[in-house]
């Protein structure tokens, strides 16, 4: 019977786990792993729809992020099954008949039964030997100790390591083979040493990443604690003030749902008004229509002629008024939408609340530091807002409008983004395209854009697997980068829009593009899906956390903006701001929208930064 060790150099072992194989599965460039490693590989990879091999890092599809509809490796699964049913005998019996074997020395590479364990302990050279059970390294608990032995000469120990080929050889190889094509060698040892330095490293890295993480747990811990005590206390004081004021409150409840009643029979009657008077239009265009037509049954003349002149005449008249369109009938509904119920309750005084109709209210107002010279804004990675400056800075701003910091101060910058691990991209002067560490330390890293007069500005956005996107006005096409720079991987062509503004979604390929005067969202392939736009108004969009849609139509002659929310797929939701009054810009039309981490909207202006209530 063969010993462990000769079976495992029939390649039954996973690379990644180092035991036998379990349920293995094939990836599309041919190399096999255990379900679970790879399902362990795919969950560090957040957002792919791709899985990277381990060893030669070629990519196999993966979109349904289900490792287990890969197809599994038929032949490898059962030759791990044979070997795992198989029961081993001792190899050091010289007994004809030979015993199961029962343990297994990584030293010596030898089955033992219990017998012969017993003998090999007692020797005292064999005392430092590593003696392991049989059931555990079948079961994957213990990977078996592999031996430095050279490949082509098996008898040899594999003294060096060569780092081009990755493989152990002997000092004959190194010299007459390695050595003569130019390759660096290393001694085994000092290569595992390293080896293991590194993987000790990596450990200590990880512990101290884990021991922040831990402590950030606990701390959503403690304040998911106080949280809930503190809500718990709330409701306490609204049931006990409840309870305490509940007959007097109940008069004011009463008076309130009146005055709702009275709104209702209002509101119920204007609409029953237009009804009636658009039903009797109806009726009205149905007889004449059927009037007007006798004169089809026969020739008409004299009287008959006169009166279907006459009825003719009327008809014109009535159709060539002005009938009211869709959008001011449903104006009632848009003026009770703007009435909200706002709890009032204080000691002594016996008041519920009070129905109120609905106007925008802003959090902040700020006055940006550099005048007439933003040019972007983008949502930071530690929750702030990004506003970025053509005469030089990036500010970053709180929610509660307060700027917090002041970097790339000498920089211009015409677009900004970040990627997932909190790298900052700017687009300067001449499109030339930035990369900077968290800390703003600037990477060496080129990309070949277009330059700026070929190509002119346009807009500029990073998607959810930290592709770059930057846009051209002049030739209306999209560049697509990778974080490492280069040439673009692909480029999408807009025939029919140009680029101002694009923008990413956080759970799909999909694209948003700001045009002139409406928002264009595309497929991952650049083909266009949908256009909203408005009549007289012009378009700032932007994605929210949820991938819905919010759009700000502005009025610039008249400084009125107007902030609405859709779905990815445009279709209104709903009014989230309602005809604001800003300040107007005294030169450049040209603003941007984007929503914080905390549900707080930015409309940034070239002059200034407003704050809307998180909604």
């Keep these: 019977m063969a010993t462990l060790h000769q079976i495992s150099s029939q390649n039954i072992e996973c690379p990644i786990c180092l035991t036998f194989f379990n349920q293995p599965k094939l990836l599309a460039c041919s190399h096999t792993f255990c379900k679970d490693c790879l399902q362990r590989i795919f969950q560090t990879q957040p957002r792919q729809q791709t899985i990277t091999c381990p060893v030669c890092r070629k990519k196999t599809p993966l979109p349904s992020g289900d490792v287990s509809k890969l197809q599994t490796n038929v032949p490898l699964s059962s030759l791990v099954d044979e070997v795992k049913t198989k029961s081993p005998t001792c190899s050091v019996c010289e007994m004809d008949e030979k015993l199961p074997a029962v343990f297994y020395c990584q030293d010596c590479e030898k089955n033992m039964c219990k017998s012969c364990e017993k003998t090999h302990c007692i020797w005292k050279p064999f005392s430092t030997h590593s003696i392991v059970a049989i059931s555990e390294v079948i079961s994957g608990k213990v990977p078996l100790r592999k031996r430095r032995n050279c490949k082509k000469h098996p008898n040899d120990d594999g003294n060096c390591f060569c780092t081009g080929c990755r493989e152990y050889i002997c000092c004959t190889c190194g010299v007459l083979e390695h050595l003569q094509k130019g390759h660096r060698l290393e001694e085994a040892a000092i290569h595992e040493e390293k080896l293991i330095q590194n993987i000790k490293e990596l450990r200590e890295r990880v512990k101290s990443k884990k021991a922040t993480v831990e402590n950030h747990v606990e701390v959503i811990k403690t304040q998911r604690n106080e949280i809930t005590n503190m809500l718990r206390k709330l409701n306490d004081d609204i049931d006990k003030t409840y309870k305490e004021y509940m007959q007097l409150l109940s008069d004011r409840r009463e008076a309130l749902k009146c005055q709702v009643k009275r709104w209702s029979v209002k509101f119920k009657t204007e609409l029953q008004i237009m009804e009636d008077e658009n039903r009797r239009k109806i009726s009205y265009m149905n007889a004449m229509e059927e009037l007007v037509t006798n004169g089809m049954k026969v020739p008409l003349e004299k009287d008959a002629l006169f009166a279907h002149d006459t009825l003719c005449e009327n008809l014109k008249i009535f159709l060539g008024r002005d009938i009211p369109d869709g959008q001011s009938q449903g104006g009632v509904a848009e003026r009770v939408q703007k009435i909200s119920f706002r709890k009032h309750v204080k000691v002594n005084e016996l008041r519920l609340g009070e129905l109120k109709v609905y106007t925008p209210s802003v959090k902040a107002d700020v006055e940006l530091r550099r005048k007439d010279s933003m040019n972007c804004v983008t949502r930071a990675p530690d929750g702030k807002m990004a506003v970025g400056s053509s005469s030089g800075g990036m500010h970053l701003y709180s929610r509660n409008g307060e700027l917090q910091q002041t970097v790339l101060k000498d920089v211009a910058i015409i677009e900004s983004g970040f990627l997932s691990d909190g790298r900052g991209v700017v687009r300067g ?113 932007a994605v929210c956390r949820d991938d819905s849609v919010i759009v700000a139509w502005v009025k610039h002659g008249e400084g009125l903006v107007s902030i609405d929310r859709y779905t990815r797929d445009l279709e209104h939701v709903r009014n989230v701001v309602t005809t604001f009054k800003i300040t107007k810009p005294k030169e450049r039309n040209w603003y941007y929208l984007q929503e914080f981490e905390s549900g707080e909207i930015a409309f940034c202006t070239p002059d200034r930064l407003y704050i809307f209530h998180a909604t």
């Excluded at 005067?517 to 899906?529: F, I, N, P, T, Y």
């Design 429 to 541: 002067r001449k499109n030339k395209i930035i990369l900077y560490t968290s800390k703003w330390k600037k990477l060496d890293v080129t990309f070949e854009t277009i330059s700026y007069d070929e190509g002119g500005y346009g807009g500029f956005t990073v998607d959810r697997d930290d592709n770059i996107y930057v846009g051209y006005r002049k030739p209306k096409k999209i560049q697509v980068f990778t974080p490492q720079g280069g040439k673009a991987i692909r480029e999408i062509m807009c025939d029919s829009y140009s680029p101002q503004q694009i923008i990413s979604f956080r759970t799909s390929w999909k694209l948003m593009i700001k045009n002139p005067s409406a928002v264009v969202c595309l497929d991952g392939k650049g083909k266009m899906e949908n256009v909203l736009k408005k009549e007289g108004m012009a378009a700032w969009p």
